[in-house]
């Protein structure tokens, strides 16, 4: 799988298979030219147009795919990652698996030896998710469950290390992440509402065994930096999602600083 980038930035992805040719508007580029070629190459339609071959990176590909669902943007990805601390070995537990997006981010970082086990209470999204994580890694590595299942029913894990909800009523999965997380261990909410966000804490309190509740939005905005423009762009994405994290407290009590505390 390439991405082939035209003169306007637009990104083309490409499965290059000996033999095939692929389509542009302005004009076409024979498979074959890019078999073998250095990943980075830029190569010319034979209507004359530039484009530049490269593989897809993470976010492109998590991206840049048809999808059902809306899966988490690459922003917010790497915020989630840190803000959640999916460290090495850790042992995630993830609801609804949507489209695929924070699965793969997760796996990234948790590597080898840490475990994705992810939920997702509609069989056609499951198996939509699995062929998207079956064309990006080629494989569905070992480390990896994807379950059929209705995580506000409760789940069957236990002593997992983080849990990581992406779904509409978030509050409804907080006794199975109570259930699921060791002490210590951390939940995450992506709540595109803030009235999501209300309900989500509201039930974190309410539930007990909770503490060090925190939200926040990351917004990114892009620069242009083209020959002496440099300027923010035009256009951005203005707001996806609020990321909530709470700590699972060893005891049924609650535990909320009264200050922003400094990080
Ligand atoms: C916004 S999408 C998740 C997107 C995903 N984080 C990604 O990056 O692609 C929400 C998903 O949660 C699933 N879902 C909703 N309620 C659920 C439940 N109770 N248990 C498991 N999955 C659920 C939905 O079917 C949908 O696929």
């Known amino acids: 799988m390439i991405v082939l980038v035209d003169k306007v930035g637009r990104r083309h992805r490409v499965r290059l298979k000996a033999g095939d040719r692929h389509s542009i508007h302005s004009g076409f580029i024979a498979h074959d030219d ?30 840049g795919r048809r999808r059902q ?10 915020a989630i990652l840190v803000g959640a601390d999916i460290h090495p070995g850790a042992r995630v537990l993830e609801a609804g698996t949507g489209t695929g997006a924070l699965t793969l981010a997760a796996l990234r970082a948790v590597g080898q030896d840490g475990v994705v086990v992810s939920y997702e209470v509609r069989e056609e999204f499951l198996e939509a998710s699995r062929r998207g994580i079956l064309e990006t890694l080629g494989s569905i590595p070992s480390n990896l469950e994807l379950k059929l299942g209705d995580v506000y029913l409760g789940v069957e894990e236990r002593g997992f290390d983080r849990v990581l909800l992406d779904l509409a009523e978030p509050w409804q ?3 199975a992440a109570k259930e699921a997380l060791r002490p210590g261990g951390i939940v995450f909410a992506h709540c595109p509402n803030v009235s999501q966000v209300q309900r989500f804490f509201d039930c974190l309190r309410e539930v007990k065994g909770f503490g060090m509740l925190e939200a926040y939005e990351v917004l990114q905005r892009g620069w242009t930096v083209r020959g002496r423009s440099m300027r923010p762009s035009h256009r951005m994405v203005a707001h996806t999602g609020f990321l909530c994290f709470a700590r699972r407290l060893a005891e049924d009590e609650l535990f909320e600083p009264e200050g922003e505390g400094f990080r």
């Open 69 to 78: 669902t809306q899966p988490i943007y690459p922003k917010d990805l790497g």
């Open 173 to 175: 999965a907080v006794p």
């Open 34 to 63: 890019l078999i073998g070629r250095p990943e980075g190459v830029v190569v010319t339609t034979q209507m004359g147009a530039r484009l530049l071959a490269v593989r897809p990176t993470f976010a492109e590909q998590v991206t």
